[in-house]
């Protein structure tokens, strides 16, 4: 059992925190050659102690000690992108009561100011009522704020046409497009091939990621417009893992693995042993004492 209190969980783990002493901090030098153990990433904030996407879950992230968080983002009716997974609203807001005629409660059917009156954080428990669905901008200062870095999945690009330019407009309007956040402290990724491709032809300088598990004989083709390959950790084995690194992604290094969504220490374990460079979690620190990852 987890504690769902950001309180609880927060003081629960700031000794171990301490302890770290910022090893997996904003400041530590990129890429996977600066630290031996896979980077931990906190799959859409520390979600398995507060509501996901929400502020409230990378703001707990950072107080638990993990600069690295995922998110992910699509579009609202009137065009603003907001951070939340699902293709409709219902699972984390209460839209239901809120708009009880508006079936099937699609994020792309309503407006950033409806969306914006909803409370995401209620479903996930009471101590986080009153937790919004932030927008892009706000999330992107928010993670700035906590000097923090981001894994930012672009969802559903095929109901959200031109989503890739406009997600790099809010990037580069909130500063997140400057030299330094580029090269240390951002990743772009999706599930449409198509779509990491288009990101990395408008911004050639960023990281991008694929999500998914390529057969072998296709990885080469990846590898020209990707610079890491994400997994299910169900879908993959050491042979795999090597198989990828061996292959030069578009910035002239090898292309790294980040496996998702691995909760539990085994688990951990067994994805370490096969060799991979991150592992994407909602329990990040029971990832993290598992494995001795950032």
Request: aromatic share 8%; charged share 25%; net charge negative.
């Amino acid at each position: 059992m987890y504690v769902r209190s950001a309180a609880a969980a927060t003081a629960a783990f700031l000794g171990f925190a301490l302890t770290v002493c910022g090893a997996g901090s904003a400041s530590a030098a990129p890429g996977p050659d600066w630290l031996s153990n896979p980077i931990v990433y906190a799959h859409r904030g520390a979600s398995a102690y507060a509501p996901e996407n929400t502020l409230e879950a990378i703001d707990l992230a950072m107080m638990m000690g993990f600069d690295w968080v995922e998110n992910d983002v699509q579009r609202t009716k009137d065009g603003t992108l907001v951070v939340i997974h699902d293709e409709t609203l219902a699972r984390t807001t209460d839209v239901e009561q809120v708009f009880p005629d508006r079936k099937p409660w699609r994020v792309k059917d309503f407006t950033a100011v409806e969306i914006a009156q909803l409370d995401a954080g209620s479903w996930f428990g009471q101590e986080f009522t009153g937790a919004r669905v932030p927008t892009l901008r706000e999330y992107m200062r928010r993670v700035q704020r906590n000097q923090q870095r981001l894994l930012l999945e672009i969802k559903r690009p095929e109901i959200y046409a031109g989503i890739e330019q406009q997600t790099l407009d809010v990037l580069g309007e909130t500063g997140w497009l400057e030299e330094n956040r580029v090269a240390r402290r951002l990743v772009i990724q999706s599930f449409s091939a198509a779509s990491v491709r288009t990101v990395h032809e408008l911004r050639p300088d960023l990281s991008t990621a694929f999500l998914g598990t390529p057969a072998l004989a296709d990885l080469p083709q990846y590898a020209e417009f990707t610079d890491r390959i994400n997994p299910a950790h169900t879908t993959i084995n050491s042979d795999w893992v090597s198989a990828v690194h061996g292959l030069t992604g578009p910035h002239g290094k090898a292309l790294e693995v980040a496996t998702w969504t691995v909760d539990d220490a085994a688990t951990a374990r067994k994805v370490q042993d096969m060799g991979v460079d991150g592992i994407i979690t909602d329990k990040p620190d029971v990832v993290r004492e598992a494995v001795g990852g950032y």
